[in-house]
Structures are given as structure tokens and as C-alpha cells.
T-cell receptor, first 115, second 110 residues
Framework: ETGVTQTPRHLVMGMTNKKSLKCEQH?????MYWYKQSAKKPLELMFV???????ENNSVPSRFSPECPNSSHLFLHLHTLQPEDSALYLC??????????????FGQGTRLTVV | SQQGEEDPQALSIQEGENATMNCSYK?????LQWYRQNSGRGLVHLIL?????REKHSGRLRVTLDTSKKSSSLLITASRAADTASYFC??????????FGGGTRLMVKP
């Protein structure tokens, strides 16, 4: 248990569906991240939030829409996805951006399959 | 962009043997971190080594860092079957904007 909880753990959705991934952390952190992990590829940083403000959008397609209503919660809204978007989506948190020499805490991930 | 690259991509050893994984990176860093991932699960932080440190130990883990060569190694001594997992290095060069490598898949056979 890392203190970062992701739901759901598994999700199968059609290309025309709309779904959301949820991440919650109970660590008092102020930075939260979405990563995408595809088979045989390095982890790809998608979005970064620091004190609820988005600071990084790593050229992610608009069919992925993040939302950070407060420092403890992070969502990833999905719509009209493609089969190549199937992957493990990982949420992480850390104290805050700019604080060096601290680690990131990861959730267990959501395994997304787009059919 | 990928900062760290692990070598080898896959490693298979017998229980009790030592496992060594290497990581190379391209730009200057504040620190380098190693994470472990069991199949299909989240990543778990193992150890952090700062740019001004050369070696660090944590239990059966030993990490070295050579900033002149932009490389790091992770040594797991006296491996156990439970050490079977993927291991990733991550570099921090901008205060927690971690960039991960492709990982080393370690299999420890009982």
C-alpha cells in the first residue's frame, strides 16, 4: 500500500465510450502525475499537476483530458479512444514540483483495454 | 523523451546469485532513482542516490552512480525468487519530473 489509490483497476471500453480514471492520494502531496505504460515501451509522462495547476502536457492527444479538483484527487477523462491507447495508466504523487531528492509514490494502475 | 536506458533488458539468474543492472542517461541530474514493478502493478521506490553521492546501500541493494560516465548500477545480492520483477531507473533533473528508462526484467529461478 503506497497511499495512492487508483480506480478502477481494470477497464474495457469501446472506442465511442466515455470513461474516467480516478486517482486519490492520502500522503499530503501537492504534485500528481499521469503516466502511460505500453508494452515494450518506457513509461511516458502524460500530465503533471502542481498545487492543482497543470504544469505539463506532454503532447498528449485531446481524447485524454485530465482534471485535478484538489491536491488529493486526479482524474483522467477518456473519450473516443483508439485501440493503441490500450495500456497501463499509472498515477503518481510527490511532495511538490521543484523539491529535489524526493521520491514518487505510484498507484497500482488501471489496465485499460480499448476494443 | 527517454532519459535512462537500462541494460540488460532481461536477466535470468538462480536464487542466491547476484543481479546487476545498469542504467545510462544523457543529461545532468539532481538524483537518480531505482524503482521496482511487479507484473502489471504500480512502481515501488527502492532507492535514491544524489548527484554528489557515488554509492548507496539499502539492505541487499547497492547502487552506484558515476556522473562522469552518466551511468548507474543496481546490484541485488543473494537474490530470491521474490525479487522477480522489472526494475527501472529514473532521473530527476528538474525537481521531481522523473524520466524513466525501459526497464530490466529480472527473473530469479528457485
Amino acid at each position: 500500500e503506497t497511499g495512492v489509490t487508483q480506480t478502477p483497476r481494470h477497464l474495457v471500453m469501446g472506442m465511442t465510450n466515455k470513461k474516467s480514471l480516478k486517482c486519490e492520494q492520502h500522503l499530503g502531496h501537492n504534485a500528481m502525475y499521469w503516466y502511460k505504460q505500453s508494452a515494450k515501451k518506457p513509461l511516458e509522462l502524460m500530465f503533471v499537476y502542481n498545487f492543482k495547476e497543470q504544469t505539463e502536457n506532454n503532447s498528449v492527444p485531446s481524447r485524454f483530458s485530465p482534471e485535478c479538483p484538489n491536491s488529493s484527487h486526479l482524474f483522467l477523462h477518456l473519450h473516443t479512444l483508439q485501440p493503441e491507447d490500450s495500456a497501463l495508466y499509472l498515477c503518481a504523487s510527490s511532495h511538490r514540483l521543484g523539491q529535489v531528492n524526493t521520491e514518487a509514490f505510484f498507484g497500482q494502475g488501471t489496465r485499460l483495454t480499448v476494443v | 523523451s527517454q532519459q535512462g536506458e537500462e541494460d540488460p533488458q532481461a536477466l535470468s539468474i538462480q536464487e542466491g546469485e547476484n543481479a546487476t543492472m545498469n542504467c545510462s542517461y544523457k543529461t545532468s541530474i539532481n538524483n537518480l532513482q531505482w524503482y521496482r514493478q511487479n507484473s502489471g502493478r504500480g512502481l515501488v521506490h527502492l532507492i535514491l542516490i544524489r548527484s554528489n553521492e557515488r554509492e548507496k546501500h539499502s539492505g541487499r541493494l547497492r547502487v552506484t552512480l558515476d556522473t562522469s560516465k552518466k551511468s548507474s548500477s543496481l546490484l541485488i545480492t543473494a537474490s530470491r525468487a521474490a525479487d522477480t520483477a522489472s526494475y527501472f531507473c529514473a532521473t530527476d533533473n528538474a525537481g521531481n519530473m522523473l524520466t524513466f528508462g525501459g526497464g530490466t526484467r529480472l527473473m530469479v529461478k528457485p
